[in-house]
């Protein structure tokens, strides 16, 4: 039948459809984000598949062999760990981050580590062919087994790597790729919605693993289509401040895999190098002697990481105090001042409060409520905490301390990195068999018990 075409208006920040358009996005509120696109639609009936329909098949679920699984380890562990154990074979990846953040660079260097042992295809509709090569001998890869395309037609690609067969495919990015039936240009919600789709359909029917790179918006989220989240079957962030070389890569959705795992990578004029031992890169440069620090272990997947917090108290040259937090939830700041305020009868009212976790961490933990109120007090008294101690607990509105889980790996890594005092809450002792040696574990109730430690 002919096909029919209809215009919607389509909003840019989250994918919102409507037939008219509007100043303000009735889905998220965003103002002059409507756009129109042309959809063509073709109507089918069963005349013209021959007067049959397809039937579909189901097959009982303790009749299916999960043993088939296969992963590719791609020589980069601090990847294969957030990945849960390798790519899985016939998976959809999605790669995303900051621009400059290293999302081509990992892609790469994944080509050289898996050289002489996979076929893989390489589709660039960013770069051409040379500059490729160019960023490749930076990086120095040199790979026979890559096979490097600069195509922008999602088409194309799809029946190349029907043709071709290769064993990975990696597209950077999907916002450069368009299906030329579509009428909108690349990067619109609908040509990437159809472009992924597309590719994820080629990739599971033939059972080769895509990553597919997007790009980020203006609030640092990944760019719409939010639908092409929920097709694909993970999702990496890679996390990272432009003025520091470190990088965190993080699993925010994993089908074969924990979502609680982290890389850290760190940028260097070869690439992306892995750190075996972020809590010794977190406490390097760390200054003895000085009031307002205090060292915490959060627990990141199966990785417990030492973080030194910094908190800094000073007298307001303004009418209203200033509340300033990086790497840690400014909400949770305030929320702990009051805490100090109320129940331990420290006040902040009049004072500039700045708080700091170094390296560029972003803890969410609660765990390190307590070094957060540790470090705050420490600067209001101008009160040095020892370079040996480390605490960790959440701590509670009324002032009590509340027990992490974990406590004991916590323990032992801050016993593996030279820490000889854990202050920990009081409930945490339970989950103590053993204390590592030269460990002296001081547990307290509540924060009044922690805070007279700071003398």
Not at 177 to 184: C, G, L, T, V
Not at 336 to 346: D, F, I, T, Y
Not at 350 to 379: F, K, Q, R, W
Request: net charge neutral.
């Amino acid at each position: 039948m002919p096909s029919k075409t209809k215009s919607v208006f389509v909003c840019n920040e989250c994918g919102y459809e409507s037939v008219k358009w509007a100043g303000r996005c009735q889905g998220c509120g965003a103002w002059n984000s409507m756009t129109e696109q042309i959809i063509t639609t073709q109507k089918t009936t069963q005349k013209e598949y021959g007067g049959t329909v397809k039937a579909a098949f189901a097959k009982p679920l303790n009749e299916i062999n999960a043993s088939d699984e296969v992963r590719f380890l791609t020589g980069i562990n601090e990847l294969d760990r957030v990945l849960g154990g390798g790519i899985v074979k016939g998976s959809v990846i999605l790669l995303s981050g900051d621009p400059g953040i290293g999302k081509s660079t990992i892609l790469l260097q994944i080509c050289n580590c898996l050289k002489d042992k996979l076929n893989i295809l390489y589709v660039s509709g960013e770069e051409s062919a040379v500059q490729i090569k160019l960023r490749a001998n930076r990086l120095g890869v040199d790979n026979s087994t890559v096979t490097v395309m600069s195509e922008t037609d999602t088409q194309a690609v799809c029946e190349y790597i029907k043709s071709a067969k290769p064993d990975i495919v990696m597209i950077d990015s999907i916002q450069t790729m368009q299906i030329d039936e579509i009428a909108s240009s690349a990067g619109s919600i609908v040509q990437v919605r159809e472009s992924t789709n597309m590719l994820l359909r080629t990739g599971k029917a033939l059972d080769i693993p895509i990553i597919i790179v997007g790009h980020v918006n203006k609030g640092g989220d990944i760019a719409v289509p939010k639908v092409r989240e929920h097709m694909v079957d993970v999702v990496l962030y890679f996390e990272g401040e432009r003025n520091q070389s470190y990088r965190i890569l993080r699993s925010i959705k994993n089908r074969f895999g924990s979502t609680n795992e982290i890389g850290v990578f760190e940028m260097t004029d070869k690439g992306l190098c892995e750190v075996e031992n972020p809590s010794a890169m977190l406490l390097s440069g760390r200054i003895s002697n000085v009031s307002g620090g205090c060292i915490t272990c959060v627990i990141e997947g199966t990785r417990p990481i030492l973080a030194e917090v910094q908190g800094l108290v000073t007298t307001t040259g303004f009418g209203n105090p200033r509340r300033m937090s990086t790497g840690f939830d400014y909400n949770r700041l305030n929320l702990l001042l009051a805490v100090l305020e109320k129940r331990m009868g420290l006040y902040f009212s009049n004072l500039d409060t700045y708080l700091n976790i170094v390296g560029g961490m972003h803890i969410d933990e609660p765990a390190a409520d307590l070094a957060v109120c540790m470090s705050l007090v420490s600067g209001l008294r101008d009160i040095p905490i020892s370079d040996n101690v480390i605490a960790f607990g959440e701590v509670g509105l009324s002032g009590e301390l509340r027990t992490v889980p974990r406590v004991a790996a916590r323990i032992n890594e801050a016993a593996r990195l030279g820490f000889s005092e854990c202050i920990i809450p009081k409930s945490c002792t339970k989950q103590l068999t053993s204390v590592p040696k030269g460990m002296n574990v001081i547990a307290v109730r509540n924060l009044k018990e922690a805070l007279d430690l700071i003398k």
